[in-house]
Structure formats: structure tokens, C-alpha cells
């Protein structure tokens, strides 16, 4: 029986695969989509749909988990997909109301899903596999980035717009495989008796009866309780910084990318070209090039930090997470000096050109797809060992705690994208370093206080 709780975590990751590699590699090309479509409002209304996908995303989690408690964690992931098929589907006709509708419905879904993914996974593992199972899930949901914009890579070839037939087949192609992701969840089986089983008795070990599922009215009770206690405060600062980083990966940095590739993007002196001062390096299909490293940094942390985490838990997660610091420092740093500092709004100045900032090397393609692989990377750094200290510290109420998670993560991904249209880069990257420095010192003092045993936190009754 044993043999069903690795079964659901491979057909979960699958399933995840599908849809998300067609939902962020919507999101990543969907600025230039709706460029060609609404001309210069498509990227005010690319970032406002995310924008409003977060936001409700944060306050949906506050009542996901009494819909998780109600529908099943199975049923749970399968309705919070529908509205995914949903959005992307919208964009092969898009009209403004019905991409905002859908973005909100995306929201509430989204929420669903995360809690009763979360959930699933926890009911699937135990203490030796949890890491294992946390580290299939994230590489197979990773490889959505490397699939679905190596798929996009290809297509639009040289391409610098995204034309009508373009979108169509592009788009088209993206709805179906999200649908396929969302009925691939139909065949996931029960949790196995044997983790329920062991479930019980490390309940029991500690104390601590099984409790009853919880109504609805529970779940959401039980949330709030568990934003009192100091572990889960603590802890979500680190979740906030998963979030700031996210919009960064996810959004900004494609941004800039696609900004430095247009020789005409220069607002101060148009005479000097962008393309004279980066050698012409820079091409808009690089957006989606950025996303397949991201894509393989996931792969390559979830992999070494998951899937091989009986090995590397024996020496705690805070190493691992120290580690995730240390390599988005350098890469901030870097990408500082690698790329103008209005790129992620799309106005490159003249002074911009000249303005040396002690810089190394003129911009680099190379090195900004680079620094693409070490964003990703880091960021499944600090996943997989979100993942694990929740599944270890909150295995009882697992539902609530990763509803947590979420909140914390998507509200500030929003914020994010909000001030990424007004900051300059620097300005950003202070916000991504004081945040990481934060979130690494929270995360450390929550881990060594459950190694030591000095955790205060009782199962919600």
C-alpha cells in the first residue's frame, strides 16, 4: 500500500505539470501578447490581471480551507483547476472585463488548489518520505517552466510579436494542456492506510489523538488560531520574502529582459540605441529563454534538496536555506550589474547608458540567462525546506498552515507587482536583499527551536 502514497505524488506532480506549464507560460508572454493586441495599455492590463489573480489569491486562502475540509483534498485540487483551463482560455479572444473575471476566479482557485495540494501531500508522506515526495512534486511542477517556454521557444522562432494565428495556435495548445492536467487529477487514488496508520501513531507517540476532519467553520477557526502562534509568525516572513522573489523571478526579470531587446527603447535621446550599447545580444524570444533556466534551477534544487533529502535533512534545513541566501545575494548583486536600472518598466534613458554604476562588462545575455538558472535555483532552495518544516511542524493541521503559506506568499507577490512599475531596479533589489536577510534569520530560529524540541506549538483542538 505503501506503493499508493508515491503513485499520487507522481500523478499529482504530472497533473501540476500540465496545467502549469501552460499557466506561467501564459503569464510569461502574456505582456507581449496583449501588446500586439491593445497596443501600449497591453502591459498595464498583463500586470493588472496578475495583480488581481494574487490579491485574491491572499484573502481566498483565508476560506480555502473550509472548501478543502468540505470538497475533499482530492476533489478540492480538481475544482480549483477549472478556473486555471479558464484564464488561459481567455486570452486566444481576449476582451479586458472577461481576462479580469477570470483572473479573479483564478484567484479563488488557486487557493483551493494550494491548500488541497498541500494537504494531499501530507496525508501521502510520512516522516521518510516527506522529503522525497516534496522533491518528485517540485521538480515535476518545475519542469512546467523548461516544457511550456521551450515549447513557446520554438514556435515563435525569431518572432518579436505574437500575431492573431500566432496566439490562436499558441494559445490553443496551452488551454489543452491545462485541461489534460486538470482531468489527470481524476484518477488520483485515497491516501494509503499504511501513512494513516502512521499518522496515528506518531500522533499517539507525541500525546496527541487523531483529531476528527474539521467543518468548515473549524478550518477557518483553526487558521486564525495558528497565525497566533510565534512559529507561524516567524515563519511568515520568510514566507513574504518567497513571494517578493517570486514576482521577481516570474515577472520583473522578463521583463527586463524583453526591455533591453528593443533598439528603440530609449526615451532621452532616441538617436543612441540600446542595441549599439548591448552589441544587439538581446532578442525578445530570450523572455521565454529566461523561463526554461529558470525552469531547470527549480529542477536542479528540487532535485538535489528533495528527492535526495534523507540524505541532506541529517544536517538540518537551515543550511539549505542559508545556502538559497547566499546564491540570490550573488545573483542580485550581479543582475545589478548587468542590467539598466528602468528595464523593468521599459523606460531606458540615455543617462542610463552612461551611467557606468562601477559596472564590469556592458550587458550580457549570457549572464543575465545565468542569473535566470541561479534565481530559480535559489528559490527551490527555499521551497522544499518551506515545505518540509510545515509538513513537520503543523502535520496536523497541515491544511490551515499551507493556506498560511499562500496568503503570505501571493499577497506580497502582489505588492510586487504593483511597485515594479514605479521602482527602478535598485530600489527593488534593496527590497529583495533586507526581505531575504529577514526571511532566512525567521526561518533558522523556527528550525533550530524544532531540532532542540523547544517548539510551543500544540495541534489546534
Same mark, same amino acid.
Given at each position: 500500500?505503501?506503493?499508493?502514497?508515491?503513485?499520487?505524488?507522481?500523478?499529482?506532480?504530472?497533473?501540476?505539470?500540465?496545467?502549469?506549464?501552460?499557466?506561467?507560460?501564459?503569464?510569461?508572454?502574456?505582456?507581449?501578447?496583449?501588446?500586439?493586441?491593445?497596443?501600449?495599455?497591453?502591459?498595464?492590463?498583463?500586470?493588472?490581471?496578475?495583480?488581481?489573480?494574487?490579491?485574491?489569491?491572499?484573502?481566498?486562502?483565508?476560506?480555502?480551507?473550509?472548501?478543502?475540509?468540505?470538497?475533499?483534498?482530492?476533489?478540492?485540487?480538481?475544482?480549483?483547476?477549472?478556473?486555471?483551463?479558464?484564464?488561459?482560455?481567455?486570452?486566444?479572444?481576449?476582451?479586458?472585463?472577461?481576462?479580469?473575471?477570470?483572473?479573479?476566479?483564478?484567484?479563488?482557485?488557486?487557493?483551493?488548489?494550494?491548500?488541497?495540494?498541500?494537504?494531499?501531500?501530507?496525508?501521502?508522506?510520512?516522516?521518510?518520505?516527506?522529503?522525497?515526495?516534496?522533491?518528485?512534486?517540485?521538480?515535476?511542477?518545475?519542469?512546467?517552466?523548461?516544457?511550456?517556454?521551450?515549447?513557446?521557444?520554438?514556435?515563435?522562432?525569431?518572432?518579436?510579436?505574437?500575431?492573431?494565428?500566432?496566439?490562436?495556435?499558441?494559445?490553443?495548445?496551452?488551454? *489543452?494542456?491545462?485541461? @489534460? =492536467?486538470? !482531468?489527470?487529477?481524476? &484518477? $488520483?487514488? +485515497?491516501?494509503?492506510?499504511?501513512?494513516?496508520? #502512521?499518522?496515528?501513531?506518531?500522533?499517539?507517540?507525541?500525546?496527541?489523538?487523531?483529531?476528527?476532519?474539521?467543518?468548515?467553520?473549524?478550518?477557518?477557526?483553526?487558521?486564525?488560531?495558528?497565525?497566533?502562534?510565534?512559529?507561524?509568525?516567524?515563519?511568515?516572513?520568510?514566507?513574504?520574502?518567497?513571494?517578493?522573489?517570486?514576482?521577481?523571478?516570474?515577472?520583473?526579470?522578463?521583463?527586463?529582459?524583453?526591455?533591453?531587446?528593443?533598439?528603440?527603447?530609449?526615451?532621452?535621446?532616441?538617436?543612441?540605441?540600446?542595441?549599439?550599447?548591448?552589441?544587439?545580444?538581446?532578442?525578445?524570444?530570450?523572455?521565454?529563454?529566461?523561463?526554461?533556466?529558470?525552469? *531547470?534551477?527549480?529542477? @536542479? =534544487?528540487? !532535485?538535489?534538496?528533495? &528527492? $535526495?533529502? +534523507?540524505?541532506?535533512?541529517?544536517?538540518?534545513? #537551515?543550511?539549505?536555506?542559508?545556502?538559497?541566501?547566499?546564491?540570490?545575494?550573488?545573483?542580485?548583486?550581479?543582475?545589478?550589474?548587468?542590467?539598466?536600472?528602468?528595464?523593468?518598466?521599459?523606460?531606458?534613458?540615455?543617462?542610463?547608458?552612461?551611467?557606468?554604476?562601477?559596472?564590469?562588462?556592458?550587458?550580457?545575455?549570457?549572464?543575465?540567462?545565468?542569473?535566470?538558472?541561479?534565481?530559480?535555483?535559489?528559490?527551490?532552495?527555499?521551497?522544499?525546506?518551506?515545505?518540509?518544516?510545515?509538513?513537520?511542524?503543523?502535520?496536523?493541521?497541515?491544511?490551515?498552515?499551507?493556506?498560511?503559506?499562500?496568503?503570505?506568499?501571493?499577497?506580497?507577490?502582489?505588492? *510586487?507587482?504593483?511597485?515594479?512599475?514605479? !521602482?527602478?531596479?535598485?530600489y527593488q533589489l534593496i527590497i529583495l536583499v533586507v526581505t531575504a536577510f529577514l526571511g532566512t534569520a525567521?526561518?533558522?530560529?523556527?528550525?533550530?527551536?524544532?531540532?532542540?524540541?523547544?517548539?510551543?506549538?500544540?495541534?489546534?483542538?
Amino acid at each position: 500500500m505503501g506503493d499508493v502514497g508515491l503513485y499520487n505524488v507522481v500523478v499529482m506532480g504530472v497533473a501540476f505539470l500540465c496545467m502549469f506549464g501552460a499557466f506561467q507560460t501564459s503569464t510569461f508572454i502574456e505582456a507581449t501578447v496583449l501588446e500586439c493586441v491593445f497596443k501600449d495599455a497591453g502591459d498595464r492590463i498583463a500586470f493588472t490581471s496578475v495583480s488581481i489573480i494574487y490579491f485574491v489569491f491572499a484573502f481566498a486562502n483565508s476560506f480555502a480551507p473550509a472548501i478543502v475540509s468540505f470538497l475533499g483534498s482530492r476533489v478540492g485540487m480538481f475544482c480549483g483547476a477549472i478556473p486555471y483551463c479558464l484564464f488561459v482560455g481567455c486570452i486566444i479572444y481576449p476582451i479586458v472585463p472577461v481576462i479580469y473575471a477570470c483572473s479573479f476566479f483564478l484567484g479563488i482557485g488557486a487557493a483551493v488548489l494550494w491548500t488541497a495540494q498541500g494537504e494531499f501531500l501530507t496525508v501521502n508522506s510520512n516522516e521518510q518520505t516527506m522529503g522525497r515526495n516534496t522533491g518528485i512534486f517540485w521538480a515535476l511542477l518545475q519542469s512546467s517552466l523548461v516544457i511550456g517556454n521551450g515549447a513557446v521557444y520554438f514556435i515563435m522562432g525569431d518572432a518579436d510579436q505574437i500575431d492573431n494565428s500566432l496566439r490562436y495556435k499558441l494559445y490553443g495548445i496551452l488551454t *489543452a494542456s491545462c485541461t @489534460l =492536467g486538470a !482531468l489527470i487529477l481524476l &484518477i $488520483l487514488r +485515497k491516501a494509503p492506510e499504511s501513512m494513516k496508520k #502512521d499518522y496515528t501513531l506518531s500522533l499517539s507517540s507525541s500525546g496527541h489523538q487523531a483529531p476528527p476532519r474539521p467543518s468548515p467553520i473549524q478550518a477557518i477557526i483553526s487558521m486564525l488560531k495558528l497565525l497566533k502562534t510565534k512559529e507561524m509568525l516567524l515563519l511568515a516572513v520568510c514566507f513574504s520574502y518567497t513571494g517578493f522573489e517570486l514576482t521577481f523571478f516570474s515577472g520583473i526579470y522578463g521583463t527586463m529582459i524583453g526591455n533591453m531587446a528593443d533598439p528603440t527603447n530609449t526615451t532621452a535621446m532616441p538617436t543612441v540605441l540600446l542595441s549599439d550599447y548591448t552589441n544587439g545580444q538581446f532578442k525578445k524570444n530570450q523572455v521565454v529563454l529566461a523561463g526554461v533556466c529558470v525552469g *531547470a534551477g527549480e529542477i @536542479l =534544487g528540487g !532535485l538535489l534538496f528533495g &528527492i $535526495l533529502g +534523507k540524505r541532506t535533512i541529517k544536517y538540518g534545513r #537551515d543550511p539549505i536555506v542559508l545556502a538559497g541566501l547566499i546564491i540570490h545575494l550573488a545573483t542580485f548583486y550581479v543582475i545589478y550589474l548587468n542590467m539598466l536600472p528602468r528595464t523593468p518598466f521599459g523606460g531606458v534613458g540615455f543617462l542610463d547608458l552612461l551611467h557606468d554604476r562601477n559596472r564590469l562588462w556592458n550587458p550580457s545575455v549570457a549572464v543575465a540567462l545565468v542569473c535566470a538558472f541561479t534565481l530559480g535555483f535559489g528559490d527551490s532552495l527555499f521551497n522544499t525546506q518551506v515545505y518540509g518544516i510545515i509538513a513537520a511542524l503543523y502535520s496536523e493541521d497541515s491544511a490551515p498552515a499551507y493556506s498560511l503559506f499562500k496568503f503570505f506568499q501571493s499577497f506580497f507577490s502582489g505588492i *510586487a507587482f504593483l511597485y515594479s512599475s514605479y !521602482l527602478i531596479l535598485e530600489y527593488q533589489l534593496i527590497i529583495l536583499v533586507v526581505t531575504a536577510f529577514l526571511g532566512t534569520a525567521c526561518f533558522i530560529k523556527v528550525e533550530w527551536s524544532l531540532q532542540a524540541g523547544r517548539h510551543g506549538y500544540e495541534p489546534i483542538q
